[in-house]
């Protein structure tokens, strides 16, 4: 039976208020949503929506609307060029007002805080956002029965009667209440877990209208690795997996190292899960990414200097290993001969004694260069300029930088850790990330072997085989029952999934 999908995307315009550009899990789930609507979008079924704080529902919102925001996103500092859209303009649509300037001036000096003050201010945020969340859920539940009375009383007077003039007719095009059927899927791709009660969301949806429910689960990080993680994250992330679990109908996860600490952590709890983890294939690259500039930015060191390390800094990504490593490269062979590192990537969390080890070594004598809030065009220009990538992560649910520089055709070596070595496969070079003498090893024998490093290349250019987004649509259609099994099949070769196992 075909069923109409509905794809919650709250958590993508919760971001966008207080972020100046998109991390990994906003990236992802937009390719997915971009995806099925391609694939699906022009026969109806795919729906997206937003959450009605008021009546503890949903709202519809247009696509148009969601790559609108999408497009602040990734093209922040153009899009405050442009001038202000009009009230039919995307951005505009299902009632998301265009970011003025002040707040978006407002969200980049968030991000120039310390680590420490940033980190306390967006929780102070956070929990006044939650309360009023719940002052406004109290004074809608307080007024619904009034309301549904109000309503009763009007349709037993003569029914349905046209608005009173100065009054707004509800929209049936954005009512979630007149348009899911029971059979019909809510699924979230995203991290939802900052709702204050996204498990009593899902279960009183379920129950009013005879929805199914479906989740992507990117990692378990904040339950595995705790030590990684703030404190109310690890808090906040546990309640909402233990609550949420239960609740869904199916679970796909990113790799099979997420699948398996899934079941796992359900095992542990006692928690029954319907049925097995999907695992779903994690498209290559960006589709929306820019082409390189074509004047070389003064933020970006010169083509053939560096080597690239994509990632927010925060502990777990392991920026400290690598600080060390370049540290030992400079004080054992000529400092000429040792590329500069680039960190691209916004300063995150647990990092303080990191940051303050880069600045009293003036950032190993400028040896190691920061780029903060890179546009889409920089990252091209970034990744098509540097020698290699290195990803160094203690833990990752999949690693889009290490398949996003092998799709440029640069080399990556990487940590052996979770679900790397499924993302890297036999292509990139491994070391352990717990260990600085191995890492130094792998990374100083590809410097000093220029030629090899050419012939690495040239493997990758002639051997890596990207993974097109369609896929990942087609198999999460897949898998909600709505792509047709053959169809599903086709996308990838032989049948076969990401994780080996064939989907049926």
């Given at each position: 039976m075909t069923r109409n999908l509905w794809f919650d995307v709250e958590d993508l315009f919760e971001y966008a208020a207080?972020?100046?550009?998109?991390?990994?899990?906003q990236r992802l789930a937009y390719e997915i949503y971009r995806a099925v609507q391609q694939s699906h979008g022009a026969l109806g079924g795919i729906h997206f929506v937003r959450h009605d704080q008021v009546h503890g529902t949903f709202t519809v919102v247009s696509w148009a609307t969601v790559?609108?925001?999408?497009?602040?996103?990734?093209?922040?500092?153009?899009?405050?060029?442009?001038?202000?859209?009009?009230?039919?303009?995307?951005?505009?649509?299902?009632?998301?007002?265009?970011?003025?300037?002040?707040?978006?001036?407002?969200r980049r000096l968030v991000h120039r805080l310390s680590p420490g003050v940033r980190q306390r201010l967006l929780a102070a945020a956070r929990l006044q956002l939650q309360a009023g969340f719940a002052l406004v859920d109290l004074l809608g539940f307080v007024t619904a029965?009034?309301?549904?009375?109000?309503?009763?009383?009007?349709?037993?007077r003569g029914g349905a009667r046209s608005a009173a003039p100065g009054q707004t007719p509800p929209d049936p095009a954005r009512d979630f209440a007149a348009l899911a059927r029971p059979g019909d899927m809510l699924v979230v791709l995203g991290a939802p877990w900052s709702h204050p009660d996204y498990a009593g969301l899902i279960r009183q949806t379920k129950t009013r209208y005879g929805v199914m429910f479906a989740v992507l689960i990117f990692d378990i990080i904040p339950i595995r690795r705790p030590e990684w993680c703030d404190r109310g994250l690890v808090r906040i992330f546990r309640a909402w997996f233990l609550a949420l679990l239960p609740q869904a109908d199916i679970i796909l996860?990113?790799?099979?190292?997420?699948?398996?600490?899934?079941?796992?952590?359900?095992?542990?709890?006692?928690?029954?899960?319907?049925?097995?983890?999907?695992?779903?294939?994690?498209?290559?690259?960006?589709?929306?990414?820019a082409p390189a500039p074509a004047v070389a930015s003064d933020r970006l060191p010169p083509a053939g200097s560096y080597a690239l390390f994509v990632s927010t800094i925060e502990a777990r990504k392991n920026h400290l290993l690598l600080f060390r490593v370049w540290r030992r490269l400079l004080e054992e062979m000529p400092p000429d001969s040792v590329p500069t590192l680039v960190f691209a990537g916004r300063v995150g969390w647990l990092v303080e004694d990191l940051m303050k080890q880069l600045e009293n070594t003036d950032y190993l004598n400028r040896k190691i260069r920061l780029v903060e809030d890179v546009s889409d065009a920089e990252l091209a220009g970034l990744y098509r300029g540097c020698q290699f990538t290195l990803f160094p992560s203690l833990y990752e649910g999949w690693g889009l930088p290490v398949t996003e520089s092998m799709a440029f055709g640069k080399p990556c070596i990487v940590a052996r850790s979770s679900s790397l070595p499924e993302a890297g496969g036999r292509l990139a070079r491994y070391f352990d990330p717990e260990n600085v003498s191995d890492a130094y090893s792998v990374i100083r024998a590809v410097i000093e072997d220029p030629e090899g490093l050419r012939a690495w290349q040239a493997e990758i250019v002639r051997c890596f085989e990207p993974v097109p987004w369609?896929?990942?649509?087609?198999?999460?259609?897949?898998?909600?029952?709505?792509?047709?099994?053959?169809?599903?099949?086709?996308?990838?070769s032989a049948g076969v999934s990401h994780d080996g196992d064939r989907w049926d």
């Amino acid at each position: 039976m075909t069923r109409n999908l509905w794809f919650d995307v709250e958590d993508l315009f919760e971001y966008a208020a207080s972020n100046p550009r998109p991390s990994g899990i906003q990236r992802l789930a937009y390719e997915i949503y971009r995806a099925v609507q391609q694939s699906h979008g022009a026969l109806g079924g795919i729906h997206f929506v937003r959450h009605d704080q008021v009546h503890g529902t949903f709202t519809v919102v247009s696509w148009a609307t969601v790559t609108g925001l999408f497009d602040q996103l990734t093209n922040a500092p153009e899009a405050e060029r442009r001038s202000r859209p009009g009230p039919s303009s995307p951005a505009r649509a299902g009632g998301i007002a265009a970011e003025s300037r002040p707040r978006w001036l407002a969200r980049r000096l968030v991000h120039r805080l310390s680590p420490g003050v940033r980190q306390r201010l967006l929780a102070a945020a956070r929990l006044q956002l939650q309360a009023g969340f719940a002052l406004v859920d109290l004074l809608g539940f307080v007024t619904a029965g009034a309301v549904a009375r109000l309503r009763r009383a009007a349709s037993r007077r003569g029914g349905a009667r046209s608005a009173a003039p100065g009054q707004t007719p509800p929209d049936p095009a954005r009512d979630f209440a007149a348009l899911a059927r029971p059979g019909d899927m809510l699924v979230v791709l995203g991290a939802p877990w900052s709702h204050p009660d996204y498990a009593g969301l899902i279960r009183q949806t379920k129950t009013r209208y005879g929805v199914m429910f479906a989740v992507l689960i990117f990692d378990i990080i904040p339950i595995r690795r705790p030590e990684w993680c703030d404190r109310g994250l690890v808090r906040i992330f546990r309640a909402w997996f233990l609550a949420l679990l239960p609740q869904a109908d199916i679970i796909l996860a990113i790799s099979r190292s997420t699948a398996d600490d899934v079941e796992d952590f359900a095992a542990r709890n006692d928690i029954p899960l319907r049925a097995r983890v999907k695992v779903i294939p994690i498209g290559t690259g960006f589709g929306g990414m820019a082409p390189a500039p074509a004047v070389a930015s003064d933020r970006l060191p010169p083509a053939g200097s560096y080597a690239l390390f994509v990632s927010t800094i925060e502990a777990r990504k392991n920026h400290l290993l690598l600080f060390r490593v370049w540290r030992r490269l400079l004080e054992e062979m000529p400092p000429d001969s040792v590329p500069t590192l680039v960190f691209a990537g916004r300063v995150g969390w647990l990092v303080e004694d990191l940051m303050k080890q880069l600045e009293n070594t003036d950032y190993l004598n400028r040896k190691i260069r920061l780029v903060e809030d890179v546009s889409d065009a920089e990252l091209a220009g970034l990744y098509r300029g540097c020698q290699f990538t290195l990803f160094p992560s203690l833990y990752e649910g999949w690693g889009l930088p290490v398949t996003e520089s092998m799709a440029f055709g640069k080399p990556c070596i990487v940590a052996r850790s979770s679900s790397l070595p499924e993302a890297g496969g036999r292509l990139a070079r491994y070391f352990d990330p717990e260990n600085v003498s191995d890492a130094y090893s792998v990374i100083r024998a590809v410097i000093e072997d220029p030629e090899g490093l050419r012939a690495w290349q040239a493997e990758i250019v002639r051997c890596f085989e990207p993974v097109p987004w369609a896929a990942t649509g087609h198999a999460i259609l897949h898998y909600l029952s709505m792509a047709p099994r053959d169809d599903a099949r086709a996308t990838m070769s032989a049948g076969v999934s990401h994780d080996g196992d064939r989907w049926d």
